[in-house]
């Protein structure tokens, strides 16, 4: 172990590996053929009375193993070896538990880490238990007195630092959670496909108590003790796919109030930019659960709740300081009112007829998206205010959605001046011709659009047409 430890903090992690896993082996190999502790290196030098207990000798060595299993964890994680590490990972904190040697802040961290591995794997069930497993653990940090029961200031701080950590790491759990059923249940336009919900409903039923029953066995933390609070705990929020509306609402509550929790430590005023992510969390888990909403009006107030959120944090950023979480929340507005207009437009067509306060409203959205999306594509012109020949590969699909949906935009702006109509269907057609143009410039641009590319060319082929159809009706009247 010793010699492990020295070659990683030498940066030779291949050579700690080696000794590491040595030891490993060690430990397995005395354990099938003794499996009697041994002796503790300090009992040399002790009078015999004060030998110690074959219990004492049996903690001291799974300690010493558990050491083992915790630095290759971070050997692997160092060699790319991600599953491993995290396989290793899990069983030193189950060890931890099993043998008392722990620190409740660090463990409880160290699961909330291992639960954001297990959501890349979108092992929901698992994922939970580590964090249900960390909030609990978590808990006994705040009853433990410390070594001197006088904590710091600073420790204070910290302690309320790994807590509004250990949230946000529920947040990503419930906004995982949602967004994965929303992509199992979409249908090509992304709208809800009830054919889909009902299949999925169905096969749920089935599989639900087979797989309970066959995977909670690999993953549980903890003593009888803990465990009960660990499952109290995952009782608060559900690990399978929510199929409609109210099941989904339930895990967006539990994440708000994760967002109330995380933003109470990481504040605008000094951690602007963990307090941005927070509230794009938050908005992110208004976006998902209104995909759920099958009203279109009340779909429609839960994202006036993102703009609410998130226009008054891109007011106070300094673009000049923070340029990427600027273009992002630029982005994410225009994007918020563009759903917001296509929802009222289909509102609108509910209607015999369009009265002047859905005209107003459509246009009002429209025009604020088109704003947003201008300011995005404006962010990216260099300081003599020109727009780039190439596009950078990671802004060429949002900057070309940008140019896109601004064409779609002047298209869907309603007025009963057949000039200014004119002159909309005009921008609409330089907008979708740039998005052409550009792809037949740089052919490797195309897979970033497909889709875009595609109805651009349509509308290139049929606006001029329209257009002149629109100019030979004005020359009709002068």
Known sequence: NNLGILWSERDEIKTAQTYLESAEDLYNQYMKEDGNPPLDPSEHFMAEEEKLTDQERSKRFEKAYTHTLYYLAQVYQHLEMIEKAAQYCHTTLKRQLEYCGYYPVEWALNAATLSQYYL??????????????????????????S????????????????????????????????QSARKLLEDIIGELDPHRQLELKAQRKKEEDEKEKGRKKAVLFGTSDIYDSVLAMEEKVSSVYPLEFQEAREIFLVGQNYVQEAKEFFQADGYVTDHVEIVQDHSALFKVLAFFEEDYERRCKMHKRRIDMLEPIYADLNPQYYLLISRQLQFELADTYYEMMDLKVAIGNRL???????????????????????LFLDSLRNPDKVFPEKLEEDVLRPAMVAKFRIARLYGKLITLDSKKQLENMQTSLEYYTFLVDYCEKYPDAVHAVETELELSKEMVGLLPTRMERLRAKLCQFI
């Open 120 to 145: 890349s794997k979108q092992c929901f069930m698992e994922s939970r238990h580590c964090l249900a497993a960390a909030s609990v653990i978590f808990s006994q940090a705040g009853q433990l007195p």
């Open 147 to 178: 070594a001197e029961d006088n904590e710091t200031e600073q420790d204070q701080q910290d302690l309320r630092q790994r807590k509004a950590e250990i949230a946000r790491c529920w947040i990503k759990y419930c906004l995982n959670l949602l």
């Open 352 to 374: 015999e007829e369009l009265d002047s306060h859905t005209i107003k409203k459509i246009n009002s959205l429209a025009q604020l998206a088109i704003k947003y999306y201008e």
